[in-house]
């Protein structure tokens, strides 16, 4: 009777069950549609069991079993010999001045001056110390003999006197020397187990030394990655970031200094260990010389895969030098439902402690200041920049004192459910929306003037305005002004320069006086917002942004480098969420802004607006500051001429325009000759047109006169 056969894919032969001798090959089932098909193993029949030779099953188990065992050798070597390595330099660099030599060498490399020079003194007083104890070892022997000979001397007196008390007790002069004998019999017994354990300790020393090395060596991970069971290349990970799960996160970001640094067994110290806060965990870490909190934040991704979160819910920063400042959320949560606005259904605002707009990272509320600040928030489009801007402004409506105007240099919706309520609403891009900006900030220009002195006038020894006063005078209300797609405003080709110079006039004395300008724009560069505008600014925002020029632009120089940067935001998925300064104490706040919205179905904005001109109702108008006084001519041109005999006539209109924008910044030539002439100091030419100051003065001496004329009459 035949043998069954039976057919092994993974041979390519045909075996007999109880022979080993191959046999020819299987013929190969070929696809003729496909000639340039490689000839394929027919396939075994379902149900069917494979039956490999015990020739190909011990070559498989031994290839498996070969290369298993020369991983757990090579491990366990390296481990020896990488623990020997860390033992024998930390031994080194313990006795020697190496340690020192090589962080003052990192230091000096770093640049970092004021690091070095401690390290340099560290060196010096290490080798005065090291000095010292070997200069202490020349006279050691002698002081040696002399401290034994004295021990010697001092303990047989003491035995001797003890035996004499002891002979006296017993009254047997024997007893005199049986202190003396009972101290050779326990030397005696002390030799003998020695004698006892000293050939086992021998034979056992090497080997608790070599368990020793064996033990850092694993500690450290000595071994090659491909040697490593799997277990250790941080298959088992805990969702909490404590401080194993951080030193594991950071020995796999592939930093060669900070690999260096782990393989030399360095000891991280931590400033602040991980505690729960908020919505995450919070640790402070010292990080080894030569690694930056720059190199880890350029590994970002990669860590925050390593801790098991999403590049948004991991923050490495760093408060001060070298040290790491690390904050993870919580798993998921930076990506649920954001709380409805607290004033959506009820409440006032105000505009002298803050208003609601958005919670933090770690579920805290942020309640935004307006008195005494400014204001620019930039995102790529559709980032959530307008719901901020939303929730901010309805804010501000809820307190019946503030006036808010709105300059959109867009044909933008968003603000035109707010509409009622809005004092000024410009909205286009053109170039006549881009003069009526301009003209609104030279009228804040001379605006903070004026509020400045009233302030004087109303406020006493106060330097701030208060609610007090703003509510005894309308004309100190506070102001909210938006300036939203600013950059056309600043990138204009006419009017951008003086638009960013009032700009920054305004903002420079706008804060005392309860005027809050916003600047919002999509596109934050150096050219855009200039960097005058963000380095006066208090509150700066950022949604997500292309690059770090972008972020930079917002937040403020090396933000992007110190780990404070929206580029990790995705607008796709963190629609509503930015990367704030400004806000608190903290170096930043990760906000998630309030969404109250109006759509096809909701309409959140139309009732909290209804609420705001309630509120308002009965108010008398607001009046401008000092906007019904007129402009005193001569007073200005005296002003203006400071305590120069004469000034050509172009160089007063220029300083004239930059003392009352409103007023002179159209003036020509002939407007300036003739307000001279209409009180009573003509220009005169001396080479070219001047202006004196003597005809000033005489002009202002007869109109007093002539004042007090008048009243005396």
Request: charged share 25%.
């Amino acid at each position: 009777m035949t043998e069954p056969v039976i057919a092994d894919p993974g041979m390519g032969t045909v075996h007999h069950l109880d022979d080993h001798r191959p046999t020819p090959p299987a013929e190969p089932v070929v696809d003729l549609a496909k000639p340039d098909t490689k000839p394929t193993t027919p396939a075994v029949p379902q149900g069917s069991r494979i039956v490999r030779t015990g020739r190909a099953v011990r070559r498989i188990a031994l290839h498996d079993r070969t290369r298993s065992t020369t991983r757990f050798t090579v491990r366990h070597g390296m481990y020896v010999v990488g623990g020997g390595r860390i033992v024998a330099r930390r031994a080194w660099e313990g006795r020697t001045a190496s340690r020192y030599l090589r962080m003052l060498r990192a230091a000096e490399a770093a640049g970092n001056t004021e690091l070095a020079e401690q390290w340099e003194e560290r060196l010096h007083r290490f080798r005065a110390e090291r000095h010292k104890r070997r200069m202490d070892l020349l006279t050691a022997p002698q002081q040696a003999v002399k401290a034994a000979g004295f021990g010697a001397a001092g303990g047989l007196g003491l035995l001797l006197a003890v035996g004499i008390a002891l002979a006296i007790a017993t009254k047997d002069p024997a007893d005199v020397i049986t202190p003396l004998m009972a101290l050779v019999e326990l030397i005696r017994l002390l030799v003998v187990i020695i004698t006892v354990v000293w050939g086992p300790l021998l034979a056992v020393g090497p080997w608790l030394a070599l368990a020793a090395v064996w033990a850092v060596g694993r500690n450290q991970q000595a071994a090659p990655a491909w040697a490593m069971p799997a277990t250790a290349a941080g298959e088992s990970r805990d969702v909490v970031p404590d401080e194993g799960a951080i030193l594991d996160a950071l020995r796999h970001l592939g930093i060669a200094k900070l690999n260096q640094a782990f393989k030399a067994g360095w000891q991280p110290r931590w400033v602040a260990p991980t505690t729960r806060l908020g919505n995450g965990w919070h640790s402070r870490l010292q990080l080894p010389m030569g690694v930056t909190v720059e190199m880890v934040n350029d590994k970002k991704a990669i860590l925050a895969h390593n801790l098991m979160r999403k590049p948004v819910e991991v923050w490495p920063t760093e408060p001060e030098a070298s040290v790491l400042d690390l904050w993870v959320a919580d798993q998921g949560s930076l990506s649920g439902k954001v709380p409805d606005w607290p004033l959506l259904t009820g409440g006032e605002a105000d505009y002298f402690k803050g208003v609601p707009i958005g919670v933090s990272q770690r579920g805290d509320l942020i309640t935004a200041k307006l008195m005494a600040t400014n204001w620019i928030v930039g995102g790529i489009m559709g980032s959530g920049k307008s719901s901020l801007v939303i929730a901010l402004l309805l804010g501000a409506m809820l307190d019946p004192l503030v006036d808010i105007e709105a300059y959109v240099m867009a044909y933008n919706v968003d603000y035109d459910p707010m509409r009622e309520r809005l004092r000024v609403l410009v909205k286009g891009d053109e170039d006549e929306q881009i003069e009526a900006a301009v003209k609104a900030l030279r009228g804040l220009r001379q605006e903070v003037t004026d509020r400045g002195k009233l302030l004087e006038q109303l406020g006493g020894d106060e330097v701030r305005l208060t609610r007090a006063l703003a509510q005894r005078d309308p004309r100190m209300r506070p102001k909210v002004v938006v300036f939203d797609e600013c950059h056309e405003l600043f990138m204009h080709k006419k009017y951008g320069e003086e638009a960013a110079e009032l700009a920054v006039k305004v903002m420079k004395k706008a804060r005392k006086v309860g005027i809050t300008l916003i600047f919002v724009t999509v596109s934050p560069t150096a050219d855009s917002i200039p960097k005058d505008v963000t380095r006066n600014t208090s509150h700066r925002v950022a949604f997500a942004v292309g690059d770090h020029v972008a972020n930079d632009g917002l937040l403020g120089t090396g933000k992007h480098r110190a780990g404070i940067t929206a580029t990790n935001l995705n607008p796709a998925e963190n629609v509503g969420t930015a990367l704030t300064v400004g806000f608190t104490r903290n170096a930043f706040e990760l906000i998630r802004s309030y969404y109250v919205r109006k759509d096809s179905t909701t309409d959140q904005i139309t009732p909290v607006v209804k609420r705001a001109l309630a509120l308002r109702e009965g108010m008398a108008p607001a009046a401008d500051a000092l906007a019904d006084e007129p402009v005193d001519h001569l007073t200005d041109f005296l002003t203006v001429l400071g305590d120069a005999k004469r000034m050509r006539t172009d160089e007063v209109r220029q300083r004239l325009a930059t003392l009352n924008p409103a007023e002179y910044q159209g003036w020509t030539a002939s407007d300036l000759i003739q307000a001279l002439e209409a009180v009573g100091a003509p220009a005169y030419k001396s080479g070219v047109m001047v202006v004196s100051r003597a005809r000033l003065l005489e002009a202002l001496e007869e109109r007093t006169e002539s004042t007090a004329e008048s009243h005396s009459a």
